[in-house]
């Protein structure tokens, strides 16, 4: 017997168990179901025959309505005097006073967390539907394990999506699917660089590239920002001699601000001279808020005279979809396609065949790229209020740094020490309020203090009351 649909009961709608009903028996002692929570799962009882609705266990009536072929002959129609009739109205009486919700598990994280994104319930349905179908849709034909770069129609997708959103041109064959950017960073430094090798970081920069960069064995070398990204002069004197630089140029991380274009020049200059490579993160550069979307330098190398195909190019849809996909991307550019191919045979295989599958009708059918414009303004107006109110009622203990890409803001202290950036941040936290301090994104002693404010899941409704909280605690602190 299948699962089966809702029931009406006096006018009231109630919707399918999520489980599936094998059976329901009674005699003198007991009135007795059996059935499986999945398909393929182990048969479970529960006598329900002295049941009280008001205490009857929530893993036993998870949602819904009770309505099963089983059951259909014992509902109010066949008389509610049997043991089973009984039960079946003790449900309808518990469905109406308990209406339990699925609980969706998320991190413990407070207001102005980092690394979290806008939940849009349109899009995620439609992505469900998707990947349902595709699930559906599951044959022999998906049995095998596939190309290790992933799924064709997801890369094919991703194409056509890079040359109308970045201008970005490239094949289907240079992309390989990754699980996110700290996977793509493992796959690309095993492929072309040898451990004891040097590679230059942004200072401040994103800890957990670093991170990855030393797993594979290799030393980082921290290389200062400033206004224009990174200083490539500052590199040149601290290794002259590294095998690659890996960069955020559309939106440093943390402090925001995007690559001038001289310093692209240079760093693409520096690549061509020392037969290096550039690892470039695009990182956010969907959520640009003002202007035209600035070149990759990917992009900027191919227009170049002799250009060789030094830069790598990692994208990700963690942000522009949610983080739970685990879906991110590379690019290789063409002397770099074998090697890197056959170091995503060894440590990628992206697999989750239904999920690329959904995410490839989204963009195909132009639905990523609708829900990106949703987001891109969502995030606009809780940027521009942020930033608004440090200006105003924050300009005694900081200065943002201004940036029109992202899903955070950034902003340095007037003065105060490491200490007291420890301390407030601790009074914010046990305030429920999740900023972070600048000083830990520096690998170096050239540590600026101050605080990053993630606002992609925040609600727009609630900042007022979440700054308000902030700047209490600096009241508090001094």
Known sequence: MGFTGGF?????????????ILKAYDNDAKCVVTYRRNIGDHIEEYDLSKVDPEKMPYADVVIGGFPCQDFSSCGPKRGLSSKRGKLYQALIVYMK?????VVVETPGQGAFALGCTHID??????FRSFAGRRMRAFGNEHLAYGDPRGSRELRAAIADHLLSTRGLRCDPDQIMLTSGTQHALRIVLGAILRPGDQIWCEDPGYPAARSAIGHCGLRPVSVPVDVSGMIVAKG??????????YVTPSHQFP??????????EALLAWAARRNAMIIEDDYDSEFRFGGRPLETLQSLELGRRNGAGRVIYVGSFSKSLVPALRLGFLIAPPPLQAPLRAA?????????????????TMIDRGLLGRHVRKMRRIYAERHDRILHALTADFSGWLVPQRSVT???????????SLAFERDLTERALASGLHVERLSTYYATRRRKAGLVLGYGAIPTAQIA??????????????
């Open 236 to 245: 040149r004197a601290l290794a002259p001699s590294a095998g690659a630089a």
């Open 344 to 360: 995503c045979h060894l440590g990628g295989w992206c697999g989750q065949w239904p999920v690329q599958g959904a995410l490839a």
């Open 8 to 20: 009406t009961y006096k006018g009231k709608r109630y919707p399918k168990l999520p489980f599936e």
């Open 97 to 101: 006073h308990h209406k339990p919700k």
């Open 121 to 126: 319930e349109r899009a995620l349905q439609r």
């Open 255 to 264: 402090l925001g601000m995007p690559m001038s274009h001289a310093r692209r």
């Open 406 to 416: 992202g899903l955070h803001i950034t902003a340095t202290f007037l003065s105060g």
């Open 465 to 478: 009351s979440g700054l308000a909280l902030l700047r209490d605690c600096f009241v508090r602190i001094q």
